[in-house]
């Protein structure tokens, strides 16, 4: 049973960092159109966590994606974020 429970908390805690990624995406569409040093503080903690795992995607992304003018690297990783939280449930 307590690898069961490690699982699970492992799981919460990607769900968690899911929603970090997410909040950094939509926080990178304001944060240079704003002066509120608030939400540049939450953007700049939450690139700071984010941007290690990003990069590496980023890197694989780029030939790719660079006619987009989007970064689909931020959902790449949320859905690769949800398989394996998934995978820790069942």
């Known amino acids: 049973m307590p690898i069961h429970n490690l699982a699970w908390f492992i799981a919460r805690l990607l ?3 899911a929603f970090v990624v997410l ?3 939509i926080l ?6 704003t002066q509120n040093s ?3 503080q ?3 903690y939450t690139s700071r966590l984010v ?11 780029t030939p790719v994606s ?4 989007i970064d689909i690297s931020p959902f790449i990783l949320i859905i690769l974020l949800q ?8």
């Not at 990178?28 to 159109?33: E, I, L, N, R, Y």
């Not at 941007?51 to 992304?61: A, H, M, Q, W, Y």
């Open 15 to 17: 769900d968690l960092y």
């Open 23 to 25: 909040a950094n995406a």
């Open 38 to 40: 608030v939400i540049r």
């Open 51 to 61: 941007d290690p795992i990003l990069s590496p995607i980023r890197k694989v992304l």
């Open 28 to 33: 990178s569409w304001f944060v240079f159109g």
């Open 83 to 90: 398989i394996l939280a998934g995978m820790l449930r069942s």
């Open 42 to 44: 939450i953007y700049w």
């Open 66 to 69: 660079s006619n987009f003018g």
